[in-house]
């Protein structure tokens, strides 16, 4: 699934439907087909899972009838894998086809409200948000009628709802659905699950971008913690957030707590980048920066060496950027009494401008 929008984002959980009004003894072969189509689904198989879903639901309707509830959740769970696939044409007649067939059939208002969820889902990723939240503030309210509304299920319609809030730079609207929703998982006991940590981390955001440092510090903290716990720390919002955390605590004067997290980020862009990136001269050079204000100018030096190394081979040697990074690694040499190596240094970035006025 493509999510639409600004990074971190917190995970909309697309529902599938398990069929369940058969016993195996008597389970006809469509509903066969159908849990081998959701097993290839999650496996990731989808164009086989497609073709077994659509066969399936061809004999559902002649076997069950085409409005029976059955066919809604196979429907539903065909336009999942649609929309995993980023082919949204294709999904969203089949989640109207869906809603149409359970609002014949009292009682099936959970499903409802599932299926609504996918479908705003969707139109966030088409970027259709007035659609979206809607049909979010629809499951919202059958989840409260339902007495459902401290649900995980309830949790995720508030997550995709504030996230629509937030991608419309709404902040004060998506902060306490962000805050609902955690005090939901945080109550459920699922605050180590992608979408708590992932909701932990885009409100961390919203308060650092309000200069709220000091709220924002602990929930990037919890998150950068959890993600580590399960192997997730190269995900790119954590290794956002590994930097936030460096940059905080340097505002705050605290190199050395600082320092850690900078070099995480250093270490995991490179692995993930190649040790040429541009992405790790800026990792490299923000490290070197940090070294400089603690006065550990050799732990600095190699790593302005490397920045520009690396800016130099990408972008050519009259970069302003390059130039820049030539200038602060001058700057080095001289504190650290180097006065002619800073000298040829700066000659060289003096001669690159005259150069290239």
């Given at each position: ?120 889902a969707l139109h966030h990723d088409e970027n259709m948000d007035s659609a979206a939240e809607a049909e979010y503030k629809n499951a919202l309210a059958i989840w409260e009628k339902a007495g459902m509304g401290e649900s995980s299920d309830a949790a995720a319609t508030l997550a995709g709802l ?128 940090l070294f400089y204000c603690e006065s550990k100018y050799s732990a600095a030096e190699p790593l302005y060496k490397r920045a520009m190394q690396i800016r130099e081979l990408n972008l050519g040697p009259a970069d302003p950027v390059v130039l820049q990074t030539v200038q602060f690694y001058g ?27």
């Amino acid at each position: 699934m493509s999510l639409k929008k600004l990074a971190p984002i917190v995970i909309c959980v697309l529902i599938f439907f398990v069929s369940g009004i058969y016993t195996p003894a008597d389970q006809p072969d469509w509903n066969k087909e159908m849990a081998t189509a959701t097993a290839a689904g999650r496996r990731g198989e989808y164009s086989s899972a497609i073709t077994l879903y659509k066969r399936a639901i061809e004999s559902q309707k002649k076997a069950l009838g085409p409005e029976d509830v059955e066919v809604a959740a196979s429907l539903n769970n065909l336009a999942v894998l649609y929309q995993d696939e980023s082919l949204y044409t294709e999904a969203e007649p089949l989640y109207r086809d869906s809603l149409a067939i359970w609002a014949k059939h009292p009682g099936e208002g959970i499903q409802v409200a599932l299926c609504l969820n996918n479908l705003a889902a969707l139109h966030h990723d088409e970027n259709m948000d007035s659609a979206a939240e809607a049909e979010y503030k629809n499951a919202l309210a059958i989840w409260e009628k339902a007495g459902m509304g401290e649900s995980s299920d309830a949790a995720a319609t508030l997550a995709g709802l504030a996230d629509i809030y937030r991608s419309r730079d709404k902040r004060t609207d998506a902060e306490p659905l962000y805050k609902r929703v955690l005090a939901i998982w945080e109550k459920n006991r699922k605050m180590e699950s992608p979408e708590a940590t992932g909701a932990l981390l885009v409100l961390a955001d919203i308060y650092h971008a309000e200069n709220r440092d000091a709220e924002a510090k602990p929930l990037y903290i919890r998150a950068v913690e959890t993600r580590e716990n399960i192997g997730e720390l190269d995900a790119p919002d954590t290794t956002a957030a590994l930097g936030k955390l460096g940059e905080i605590y340097s505002s705050e004067g605290n190199y050395a707590a600082a320092e850690p997290y900078f070099a995480q980020t250093l270490e995991i862009t490179e692995h993930k980048l190649g040790p040429n990136s541009l992405a790790v001269a800026d990792r490299a050079s923000r490290l070197a920066l940090l070294f400089y204000c603690e006065s550990k100018y050799s732990a600095a030096e190699p790593l302005y060496k490397r920045a520009m190394q690396i800016r130099e081979l990408n972008l050519g040697p009259a970069d302003p950027v390059v130039l820049q990074t030539v200038q602060f690694y001058g700057a080095l040499l001289r504190q650290e009494g180097r006065k002619s190596e800073a000298q040829k240094i700066e000659a060289r970035s003096g001669k690159i401008q005259v150069d290239n006025p």
